[in-house]
């Protein structure tokens, strides 16, 4: 069976090297449309902040391909699908047949359209391209971009408050550059915050020397003549409440108005797409079942995943059906856990955290402490977690996380699930009480257990663990808790001697 895998990014990266890991014949080719090798996308901000490299986010070295025996094409995007003769055209004008297609191309950023308001003060119009100045921030490409621009200007505007609008501000900022994060929602990170959690959060960005303002309607991008004459951003226009506009001068503007699933290559090819690409549990698409599609893109029970976690388990399932290892394996849906933590900023948050006190059928638990930038939520229903911020002070994720995730009965002293300790009881996350069953790393579903097996094993440090079990290389919220463990085992293995 020759496979075909379009997307060579975290979820197509991850699902050939799962497919050599359990079948080391089977012809696999990959096309991707960056020309780099796989990177960590999630890394992306730490990368604008100068705190990584572009080579310290690379996922798969590109000497592994040549040793498994793998066809990769970097940099050479697939153009056309023909399912009738199962063939693959690409830019560089071959034609690969397949036998199994996978469709991991992930999704694209959204680009409004932002009128563009011209040097000569002409009247606004929408145009397909972006002046100098302002830029996406998605790719690796892109976030190169923004560092070389950000070498030369004062001023940045982020449009757009969600995680990856935070992120690029934490990246501006950390570059020494003024910055203004502008949000048309009424808080920021509304779909992981409540709005007094976007509150917390706006002091903190504050305290960090990012600005936000709310309920920003951006109407126009201003422009001035470049050296070149071409037009060069100056800053955005704001649409207010009262009917006024107000300009918000920037050097450079970041667009980070959330994504799209990469559907057009399906869509020509004739699948059924709604939001994503409609898949059933075995990854297939409900249209064809010869072409699978994983990741960002595909739409699974209604729901499109854009997290890493949801997207490594799909690649999991599926390599466990192709390479036929594990017959009955389905996916089924995942927990969507979102993580952010950067240089003073943690958070962790989960499940349904829109409800208050006055919602009807759950028991809100909350805490607040704004000059710290700590804010501390959970929600309660039947007994059950159902939903989680924890903002600032993170120390009991991984007890949260742990429950929400096995919807586990929930200790009878509520205060312990916002502050370990209380009652004497440690929290989860200390070794000596976290069970071996207690998952780690969720972006890789890595337990407490596993961790132990790799150091009875040998796995003496966090990166050997780490290269074993590929636990922290997702989003890196674990990275303090699997080098605790570590080091909590080298204490007993010293105390046992």
Same mark, same amino acid.
């Given at each position: ?8 990014? !975290? ?6 090297? *799962? ?19 796989? %990177? ?57 047949? %397949? ?24 009247? @606004?119009?929408?145009? =397909? ?6 830029? @996406? #921030?998605?790719?690796? &490409? ?5 560092? *070389?621009? +950000? ?15 935070? &992120? ?7 570059? $020494?550059? *003024? ?70 001068? +920037? ?30 549990? *075995? ?39 192709? +390479? ?6 389905? #996916? ?17 948050? !989960?499940?349904?955290?829109?409800? =208050?006190?006055?919602?009807? $059928? ?12 700590? %804010? ?31 919807? +586990? @009965? ?8 916002? #502050? $370990? ?69 080298? &204490? ?6």
């Amino acid at each position: 069976m020759s496979i075909v895998v379009v997307g060579n990014g !975290m979820a197509g990266s991850r699902l050939v090297t *799962e497919l050599r890991a359990r079948d080391r014949k089977v012809p696999i080719t990959v096309f991707g449309a960056e020309p780099q090798r796989p %990177y960590n996308r999630i890394l992306l901000s730490n990368v604008l902040a100068g705190s990584a490299r572009p080579d310290h986010i690379g996922l798969v070295d590109p000497a592994w391909y040549e040793r498994q025996e793998v066809d990769v094409r970097a940099g050479v995007p697939v153009v056309s699908i023909d399912r009738r003769a199962r063939l693959v055209s690409a830019a560089d004008g071959s034609v690969t047949p %397949y036998e199994t297609l996978v469709l991991a191309t992930g999704s694209t950023a959204f680009i409004p359209p932002i009128p563009v308001r011209h040097p000569d003060g002409g009247e @606004a119009s929408a145009v =397909d391209g972006l002046p100098a100045g302002a830029l @996406a #921030f998605r790719t690796l &490409e892109d976030c190169q971009e923004i560092i *070389e621009m +950000a070498r030369t200007v004062r001023r940045a505007v982020v449009v757009g408050g969600g995680l990856l609008g935070i &992120e690029a501000a934490r990246g501006l900022v950390g570059r $020494g550059l *003024e910055v203004t994060v502008l949000h048309l929602a009424g808080h920021l990170m509304e779909r992981q915050l409540d709005p007094e959690g976007g509150r917390v959060l706006a002091r903190t960005l504050a305290r960090l020397g990012i600005g936000s303002r709310l309920n920003a309607a951006v109407c126009a991008l201003g422009t001035v003549p470049g050296a070149d004459g071409a037009p060069v951003v100056c800053g955005v226009e704001l649409a207010l409440p009262d009917g006024g506009r107000e300009f918000v001068e +920037a050097d450079l503007v970041v667009l980070s108005c959330g994504v799209r699933p990469e559907v057009s290559l399906a869509r020509e090819a004739g699948l059924a797409v709604g939001r994503g690409i409609l898949v059933d549990d *075995e990854l297939r698409s409900v249209t064809d079942p010869d072409v699978r599609a994983i990741g960002e893109c595909c739409e699974h029970r209604d729901e499109v995943y854009g997290l890493v976690a949801p997207a490594w388990q799909q690649a999991e399932v599926l390599a466990d059906l192709l +390479a036929g290892t594990e017959p009955a394996a389905r #996916f089924t849906g995942a927990r969507q856990i979102t993580r952010l933590k950067a240089a003073s900023i943690e958070l962790a948050s !989960m499940g349904e955290t829109h409800h =208050d006190d006055e919602a009807e $059928g759950v028991e809100v638990l909350q805490f607040a402490d704004s000059s710290r930038g700590t %804010y501390k939520k959970v929600v309660i229903r039947d007994g059950r977690l159902v939903g989680a911020i924890l903002l600032g002070d993170t120390s009991t994720a991984g007890t949260l996380t742990q429950l929400y995730d096995r919807a +586990a @009965a929930l200790p009878s002293e509520r205060l312990s699930l916002l #502050f $370990g300790g209380i009652g004497g009881a440690e929290p989860a996350g200390t070794p000596l009480r976290m069970p071996d069953a207690a998952t780690v790393c969720h972006c890789n579903n890595v337990t407490k257990g596993r961790i132990r097996a790799c150091w009875q094993e040998g796995a003496r440090t966090a990166a050997d663990v780490a290269e074993r079990t590929r636990a922290g290389t997702g989003c890196g919220s674990c990275r303090s808790a699997l080098e605790g463990i570590v080091s909590w085992l080298g &204490e007993q293995e010293s105390v046992d001697a």
